[in-house]
């Protein structure tokens, strides 16, 4: 089973023990609502049921999809994979110390990236290209030094950006960041 497929398992898990009902039930809700659009039922479960982003995501996708998200649909097997697959590594430590900074962690890969949050975003993970793996950041007043640098056009999403080169460099002051972003969140 791959880190994704764990988070995936570990996200159904805990929207059904903080919410107290499973991701079956809320498909259901959805379903009922007759809401075509995935950001529509995002939207809905957001504002009319309090989830959060990466749990009304979770469940939009598993109303498209007819249920849980399967291995064929894994956005992150995709950014990872031809040229790009020596990054996988680096990308699976990221994630499995983000993890250990508590339980409300949420990840929400997109296409072209993954999203970590908490009640906001506060970093994303991008295999930018072949050699390289792109960790934005949400730093609000650490100024840039050394290799943490402002993200400038790389994504307005982020305050800061770490550049990776052929995956190296996942090591104690990145997860230090990564915290730092993930307490300011």
Do not use: C
Request: hydrophobic share 35%; aromatic share 6%.
């Amino acid at each position: 089973m791959s880190k994704l497929d764990d988070a995936v398992s570990n996200m159904i898990a805990n929207l059904e023990s903080k919410t107290g009902k499973s991701l079956a039930d809320w498909v259901k809700l959805v379903q009922a609502e007759k809401l075509e659009k995935h950001g529509e039922r995002v939207t809905f479960l957001k504002s009319k049921h309090g989830l959060g982003h990466g749990y009304a995501n979770l469940v939009a996708h598993s109303v498209a999809g007819g249920g849980t998200p399967s291995r064929g649909e894994d956005p992150v097997a995709a950014q990872y994979e031809g040229a790009k697959a020596p990054l996988r590594p680096a990308y699976d430590s990221i994630l499995a110390a983000v993890q250990k900074f508590g339980p409300d962690v949420e990840v929400a890969p997109k296409k072209a990236y993954v999203s970590l949050r908490r009640k906001k975003q506060f970093a994303i993970v991008q295999p930018s290209t072949a050699t390289r793996l792109d960790v934005g950041l949400n730093l609000k007043g650490v100024p840039p030094k050394g290799r943490l640098e402002v993200s400038g056009s790389f994504n307005s999403m982020v305050s800061h950006r770490v550049r990776l080169e052929s995956g190296k460099g996942v090591d104690k002051e990145l997860i230090g960041w990564l915290k730092q972003a993930y307490d300011q969140a």
